[in-house]
C-alpha cells in the first residue's frame, strides 16, 4: 500500500486543504487548556507507524543503515551532505525508532523524555518539554495498525518470529519496545493488527510480550486470537467498552464482534479494524458496514483506522454519520481515519539546502479525540510533538495533511 509522495501531493491539491479545520492555525503550537472539564476524556488514535519501522523508502533510495540519501532525488547540494543528512542520527533506522520512542513518550505524557538532538534541530524540534503543550496525556491509546512493515508476500507465509530476517525481527522488536512504554504508564490501550503485521509475531507480542490477558483493563479476545477487546473507566465517569479486530476478520471473529459491542453492560464501544475506514470517512466493510445498520448496535459510536494510501486518498479523515438502529435514540456515530506513513518531514525541492527525508509520517503525527460531557461535545484534532503544531506546514510538506472536527453531541443522554 505504498505510494509516492508526490503523486500524492498532486492528487490532493486542493482536497486535504478543504478537509482541514481551523483548530491551529500554521506556526504556533495550541496551549493545552488546564481548565479543562475534569470529565473531559482523550483517546490517541496511533496510525500507520511501519515506515518509522523499517525507514525504507524507495523515493529516497538510500540504506536505511546508514544517513544518505540519493542526490537524484534529494536535491542535495553537496556529497557531504548526501552522505550524512542533518535530519538524521546514526541511520534512518536509529532515527525512526527515537521517533517512534518519542511517539510513546508524548502520548503518555512524558514529554521530558522526548528527545529530538542530533536530527530535529534545523527545525527547532524540541526536546525535554516538562509541560503539556497541546493536550494532557492520553486517556486511551489505540492503534490503528501496521506498526511493522513486514512485506505482504511474507505475511501470508505466516512465519513465526524466528523465522523473520533480522531486518523483519528488529521491527517487531522496536514495536514491543514501544508497547513496553505504553504498558508502564498504567494507560490503558489496545493493539491491533493491519495487513503488515504477521499473526505469529502479533500473537507473541500479545501472549509474551505484553501478557495481555493479565491487564486490568483486558476484557476478551476472539477465538484466532488476533483480535483484543478492553473495557476500562473513563474520565467520563463511565466505562468504555473498545474491540480490536483482526485483518483479516473470519465469520467467527465477526460474531464475537457483534457480541462483545457494549461489553456485556451496555457501554460505548469504539471499534477498530485497520481498513474499515476509508480515506473519506465511510465504512469500508468487513462486517461493520452491514451491520452497523441493524438493531442493537446502539453502544458503538466510534469507528477508526487507517491502511489506506496512495494516490488520491486523504491522509486524515473525521466524520459524524447517522445510523438505524431501529430504536428510538440517538444514532449519531463518528468515524476516523488517520494515515500519514508515506510523508516525509521534507520532499523533494522543499528543503533546497539538506534535501529529502526518509518516510516518517511527516514528523510523528497522531490523532486526538476529546470527548467533553460537560460542553456536550466532541472535537478532534492531528498533533505532532515533532513540530509541535496541529497542522502541517505546506512549504515542508506541500500541502496540509491533517483535519479537524468538531461537533455537538450529548453523550451523557447517549449514555446516561
Given at each position: 500500500m505504498r505510494g509516492l509522495i508526490a503523486a500524492v501531493c498532486l492528487a490532493l491539491?486542493?482536497?486535504?486543504?478543504?478537509?482541514?479545520?481551523?483548530?491551529g492555525g500554521p506556526g504556533a503550537p495550541i496551549a493545552y487548556q488546564p481548565g479543562a472539564a475534569s470529565r473531559d476524556t482523550y483517546i490517541c488514535l496511533i496510525p500507520d507507524t511501519q515506515n518509522l519501522t523499517s525507514s525504507e523508502d524507495h523515493a529516497a533510495n538510500a540504506n536505511p543503515?546508514?544517513?544518505?540519501?540519493?542526490?537524484?532525488?534529494?536535491?542535495?547540494?553537496?556529497?557531504?551532505?548526501?552522505?550524512?543528512?542533518?535530519?538524521?542520527?546514526?541511520?534512518w533506522r536509529a532515527t525512526g525508532r527515537q521517533l517512534l520512542l518519542n511517539l510513546a513518550y508524548d502520548l503518555?505524557?512524558?514529554?521530558a523524555m522526548e528527545d529530538y538532538r542530533g536530527f530535529?534541530?534545523?527545525?527547532?524540534?524540541r526536546s525535554g518539554e516538562i509541560n503539556a503543550i497541546d493536550h494532557p496525556r492520553c486517556d486511551l491509546i489505540l492503534?490503528?495498525?501496521?506498526?511493522?512493515?513486514?512485506?505482504?508476500?511474507?505475511?501470508?507465509?505466516?512465519?513465526?518470529?524466528?523465522?523473520?530476517?533480522?531486518?523483519?525481527?528488529?521491527?517487531?522488536?522496536?514495536v514491543n519496545e514501544f508497547w513496553q512504554i505504553i504498558k508502564r504508564s498504567g494507560i490503558p490501550f489496545l493493539t491491533l493488527q493491519g495487513n503488515h503485521d504477521p499473526n505469529e509475531p502479533f500473537k507473541n507480542t500479545m501472549t509474551t510480550a505484553l501478557n495481555f490477558s493479565s491487564l486490568p483493563f483486558y476484557y476478551d479476545k476472539e477465538s484466532g486470537g488476533l483480535g483484543y477487546a478492553i473495557k476500562t473507566m473513563t474520565p467520563t465517569g463511565k466505562n468504555f467498552c473498545v474491540i480490536g479486530l483482526p485483518y483479516v476478520s473470519t465469520a467467527s471473529a465477526l460474531t464475537w464482534k457483534q457480541n462483545t459491542i457494549g461489553c456485556g453492560s451496555g457501554y460505548p464501544t469504539i471499534i477498530l479494524h485497520h481498513s474499515a475506514v476509508t480515506e473519506n470517512g465511510d465504512l469500508s466493510g468487513f462486517g461493520l458496514a452491514t451491520t452497523i445498520d441493524t438493531a442493537g448496535n446502539q453502544e458503538a459510536f466510534m469507528f477508526a483506522g487507517g491502511h489506506w494510501t496512495g494516490s488520491g486518498v486523504l491522509a486524515s479523515s473525521k466524520a459524524g454519520k447517522t445510523g438505524t438502529w431501529g430504536v428510538d435514540a440517538d444514532s449519531t456515530y463518528f468515524t476516523f481515519f488517520s494515515n500519514w506513513q508515506e510523508l516525509n518531514r521534507h520532499n523533494n525541492g522543499l528543503s533546497p539546502i539538506y534535501g529529502i527525508t526518509m518516510s516518517d509520517s511527516g514528523g510523528i503525527y497522531y490523532t486526538v479525540i476529546r470527548v467533553a460531557p460537560e460542553t456536550d461535545s466532541i472535537t478532534a484534532w492531528d498533533w505532532s510533538p515533532y513540530w509541535r503544531r496541529r497542522t502541517m506546514d505546506a512549504n515542508v510538506m506541500t500541502l496540509d495533511y491533517t483535519s479537524s472536527y468538531s461537533v455537538t453531541f450529548d453523550f451523557d443522554a447517549r449514555f446516561p
Open positions: 491539491s486542493g482536497v486535504a486543504q478543504a478537509q482541514t479545520g481551523s483548530m543503515d546508514t544517513c544518505a540519501v540519493n542526490p537524484a532525488d534529494s536535491g542535495c547540494p553537496s556529497p557531504t551532505v548526501c552522505a550524512a543528512s542533518p535530519y538524521c542520527k546514526n541511520s503518555t505524557g512524558q514529554w530535529g534541530d534545523l527545525d527547532s524540534a492503534s490503528l495498525g501496521d506498526m511493522s512493515d513486514i512485506d505482504d508476500a511474507i505475511v501470508l507465509t505466516n512465519p513465526t518470529y524466528g523465522q523473520l530476517s533480522k531486518f523483519g525481527q528488529g521491527q517487531i522488536d522496536m
